[in-house]
């Protein structure tokens, strides 16, 4: 099992921006993809970003594609999200999500608390 807990979120301007940590502990020593969705008040979670084990493969949702980048540090059991040029639609509780099948497009077997992101305009 895998515990995760994520931080890094607040309130930005449009135009900034934020990096999102997850930190996992457990049994962090197999492999596991991990990834980020989130959710908007009123709609439903969807996938943000994922990336493998190895770091390999990298998926990004058509919307924040070369404004948001995943990575993972294994040494450190964690995870990052960072999100630049941040626009209003971005406004949303961020969830860490991580599986041992090793497919970043949909990791969701374990998941964080969530972190909330709210950005102005």
């Known amino acids: 099992q895998v515990q995760l807990v994520e931080s890094g979120g607040g309130l930005v301007q449009a135009g900034g921006s934020l990096r999102l940590s997850c930190a996992a502990s457990?049994?962090?020593?197999?492999?596991?993809?991990m990834g980020w969705f989130r959710q908007a008040p009123g709609k439903e979670r969807e996938f943000v970003a994922g990336?493998?084990?190895?770091?390999?493969?990298?998926y990004y949702a058509d919307s924040v594609k070369g404004r948001f980048t995943i990575s993972r540090d294994n040494a450190k059991s964690t995870a990052y999200l960072q999100m630049n040029s941040l626009e209003p639609e971005d406004t949303a509780v961020y969830y860490c999500?991580?599986?041992?099948?090793?497919?970043?497009?949909?990791?969701?077997?374990?998941w964080g608390q969530g972190t909330q992101v709210t950005v102005s305009s």
């Open positions: 457990g049994r962090t020593w197999r492999r596991y993809a």
């Open positions: 999500a991580a599986d041992y099948n090793d497919d970043p497009r949909s990791p969701h077997a374990y």
């Open positions: 990336i493998s084990w190895s770091g390999s493969k990298i």
